[in-house]
């Protein structure tokens, strides 16, 4: 029996290591799909609820792996479909390969049944390599570059695959004028600086005596050199929110995460510096790095069309950060006037104890806070945690404090809503023997994560640890938008658009075979939380949050807090006590004696 095209396909992807396809089926991908019949689901397909979920599912996937994540969807609504989770992975600098089905070539120009032009839609998320089979001899060189792109570039890149064509005999190049064989594989490459600019460099942070190091998802490869030069040069180290896991918060140097989720310490540490290296991160906000002309800064970047973005460097380092780190260090003289990392040390410490204070204010339920920040005692040293957009991303990024081999991300840049879900059940498949954990907003949950529950009970007897919690921040309100209305207009609540309706999660998650509660008492929260994690399965945990904790900027003025505080209480003055006692958290978070009133 002759392969098939569609056969092929599949066999090319089991030779790049392809453990599992995420995506949903259609007749446009009918061929495909016979094949993996006929192949015995090698890659597994992985069917989620919705095609954006499938491709959320692969930069889960890809993000907690490291490995580049694959999708598949039908032709027209399919492919629409998959677009916003493209578009996060794009954003994030994530691996991530589509493979989408087309109308049969004869009726293309058509205007046929679900014909769209996917050539021009695809034309900007998969801007690095997208391309249509429309011979078998295209293959297999149009899928080697389009897995070979999307993990060298980090980025998406796109296979449409017409459905006739997937039924045709396969037949591979010749060896002709006019054919394009092509071979496996990716070997591994380091690119490093010029000598000369690494001297530039090392010039810079040997001058300073205020250094602060931001890290971003560049330097996950190079936690010990970056620990090393923080050592040498006495630096405090903050991080972008996708670098999160780069480095443990445990060390005392660590100021934590960076920006409007960011934390206190973080932000006086861009404030208070003299010098800057940035190494691998893009992160947006020039506003909360130092002023210009205040520090002189460095760059390293695996990538050059990232380097001097952001901030005016007077160095960027091409490079990639652990090999580039290694040549640096050699360079740098160490600190011997510690003060400054004192002052780093000090400040982080403080920043912990408001923590534990803000977590401890009474709320109505719950305080949000301490459900976060209960879980930061309890997470194994392994675990993998996703963070919704919105207020969910907030206390993600400052109550949990990452240590061990934990991982965790978040949609960085794109910021979509939803992603928390999909991204687990990703990392699930990635590291089935690490528990997981997803902290998800109620708008999020309602938008697309229940329906991802019937996706976690149908797979999760396949994981060696079966551990998945899901924990819903249900406040009954898109709180996010909500507290911006506050901040930037000064307007209340507006309840036609931000009030949602009662669901509940937990009781879904039984109707599915997995376990729930509701938690709505603060005594309860440790307990459920330490169930969720010693479960035999997944885990829903619908903990009813208030909607009046305040999520401030770390940079919030005393009278930008009040006038948030004052739209909340001449909104709905039932609320004014608790909003009272979370201003008072924030005014002990800013006053250097951190016990006043």
């Not at 890809?62 to 609504?77: E, H, I, L, M, N």
């Not at 997470?379 to 919105?390: E, F, K, Q, V, Y």
Request: a negative charge; aromatic letters at 6%; proline letters at 7%.
């Amino acid at each position: 029996m002759l392969m098939k095209v569609s056969d092929y396909i599949l066999e090319r992807l089991r030779q790049w290591e392809v453990e599992q396809v995420f995506g949903y089926p259609g007749d446009g991908i009918n061929g495909l799909l016979a094949a993996w019949g006929r192949a015995e689901n090698e890659p597994q397909f992985v069917q989620a609820r919705h095609e954006e979920m499938a491709a959320l599912a692969a930069v889960g996937y890809a993000k907690f792996s490291g490995r580049t994540g694959v999708c598949a969807a039908t032709c027209g609504p399919g492919a629409i479909h998959l677009l916003n989770g493209l578009y996060d992975a794009k954003l994030d600098h994530v691996p991530v390969v589509a493979i989408v089905g087309q109308t049969d070539r004869g009726a293309m120009g058509g205007f046929y049944h679900q014909e769209v032009d996917l050539l021009a839609l695809y034309r900007d998320v998969a801007s690095a390599y997208c391309e249509m089979v429309t011979v078998p001899e295209q293959l297999p060189n149009v899928l080697d570059r389009a897995m070979r792109i999307a993990a060298t570039s980090r980025t998406v890149t796109a296979l449409i695959v017409p459905a006739d064509v997937q039924e045709l005999d396969y037949e591979p190049p010749a060896h002709a004028l006019r054919t394009v064989p092509s071979s496996l594989g990716v070997g591994h490459y380091a690119p490093v600086p010029a000598d000369e600019d690494l001297a530039r460099c090392a010039e810079i942070l040997n001058a300073g005596e205020r250094i602060a190091v931001l890290v971003g998802q560049g330097a996950r490869g190079a936690r010990p050199e970056v620990e090393q030069l923080a050592e040498v040069l006495g630096a405090g180290v903050a991080k972008a929110l996708l670098g999160k896991d780069v480095l443990p918060d445990t060390l005392p140097y660590v100021t934590g995460s960076i920006g409007l989720l960011g934390t206190r310490p973080s932000y006086e540490l861009m404030r208070d510096c003299d010098t800057l290296l940035v190494v691998g991160s893009s992160f947006p906000y020039s506003r909360f790095l130092p002023e210009f002309g205040q520090a002189r800064a460095v760059q390293i970047d695996v990538d050059p069309a990232m380097v001097g973005l952001r901030y005016p460097f007077e160095v960027n380092l091409v490079g990639d950060a652990a090999e580039t780190l290694k040549r640096l260090l050699p360079l740098l003289e160490p600190k011997e006037d510690r003060s400054w990392r004192r002052t780093v040390e000090e400040n982080a410490t403080r920043w912990w104890e408001v923590m534990g204070r803000r977590a401890a204010v009474r709320a109505d339920p719950l305080n949000p806070e301490q459900v976060v920040h209960t879980l930061d005692a309890l997470l194994p040293d392994n675990a993998m945690i996703a963070a919704d957009s919105g207020s969910a991303a907030h206390w993600y990024a400052r109550h949990l404090r990452m240590r061990g081999s934990m991982r965790g991300s978040l949609s960085g840049t794109l910021a979509t809503m939803g992603p928390a879900v999909p991204y687990v059940i990703g990392a699930k498949f990635a590291h089935p023997d690490r528990p997981a954990v997803a902290i998800v907003g109620d708008g999020a949950m309602q938008m697309n994560g229940l329906a991802e529950l019937i996706t976690v009970a149908k797979y999760y007897r396949q994981w060696e640890d079966p551990r998945l919690v899901v924990a819903v921040l249900d406040d009954q309100d898109l709180n996010q938008v909500t507290w911006e209305m506050r901040a930037m207009q000064g307007a209340p609540r507006f309840e036609p658009s931000q009030a949602l309706p009662d669901v509940r999660y937990a009781d879904f998650a039984v109707q599915l075979g997995l376990h729930g509660a509701r938690v709505e008492q603060p005594e309860n929260v440790e307990q459920v939380w330490r169930q969720a994690l010693a479960a035999d399965r997944p885990y829903v945990i619908d903990f009813r949050t208030d909607p009046a904790v305040l999520a401030i900027p770390p940079h919030a003025s005393l009278q930008q807090i009040a006038a948030a505080a004052s739209a909340v209480i001449h909104g709905d003055r039932d609320r004014g006590a608790m909003v009272k006692q979370g201003v008072k958290a924030k005014i002990q978070e800013l006053l250097p004696g951190s016990g006043k009133e």
